[in-house]
Nanobody, 125 residues
Framework: QVQLVETGGGLVQAGGSLRLSCTVSAASGRIFRIDDMGWYRQAPGQQRVVVATITRGGTTFYKDAVKGRFTISRDDGEKTVWLQMNSLKPEDTAVYYC????????????????WGQGTQVTVSS
C-alpha cells in the first residue's frame, strides 16, 4: 500500500561521503500526512538499529556513533527523507533502511508504518 524507494548506497573508501534518499508513495489513495521519518541500519549478524530520525516538526535524533558525521533532512512536499553521510568509517558498513509513519487517504484515513527495501553501504578501509 505504501512504497518507500531508497537510492544512494554503494561502495566508498573510508573518509568518503554518500547521500541516501528515500521517497514515499502510495499504491492507492494518496499520502495525506507524513509523521516521523528515519534511517536504520543492519550489519551482518547484528540487529537493526536506529541511525537517525526526524519528526514532522524537524526535531532530529542521532545514534551517538554518527553524531557530527551524518545529517538527516526531509522535504514533505517531495515526500523524501535524506541521510547525508560524511567521514564514513568501515564500521558504518551495513544495509540501510528507511522507515516512516504515514497516513494514507483512500475512502478513509489509514495509518502505516512502512519500511524500504534497504540499500547497501560498504566502506572500505
Amino acid at each position: 500500500q505504501v512504497q518507500l524507494v531508497e537510492t544512494g548506497g554503494g561502495l566508498v573508501q573510508a573518509g568518503g561521503s554518500l547521500r541516501l534518499s528515500c521517497t514515499v508513495s502510495a499504491a492507492s489513495g494518496r499520502i495525506f500526512r507524513i509523521d516521523d521519518m528515519g534511517w536504520y541500519r543492519q550489519a551482518p549478524g547484528q540487529q537493526r538499529v536506529v541511525v537517525a530520525t526526524i519528526t514532522r516538526g524537524g526535531t532530529t535524533f542521532y545514534k551517538d556513533a554518527v553524531k557530527g558525521r551524518f545529517t538527516i533532512s526531509r522535504d514533505d512536499g517531495e515526500k523524501t527523507v535524506w541521510l547525508q553521510m560524511n567521514s564514513l568509517k568501515p564500521e558504518d558498513t551495513a544495509v540501510y533502511y528507511c522507515n516512516t509513519q504515514v497516513e494514507v487517504l483512500t475512502n478513509q484515513y489509514l495509518p502505516y508504518n512502512a519500511w524500504g527495501q534497504g540499500t547497501q553501504v560498504t566502506v572500505s578501509s
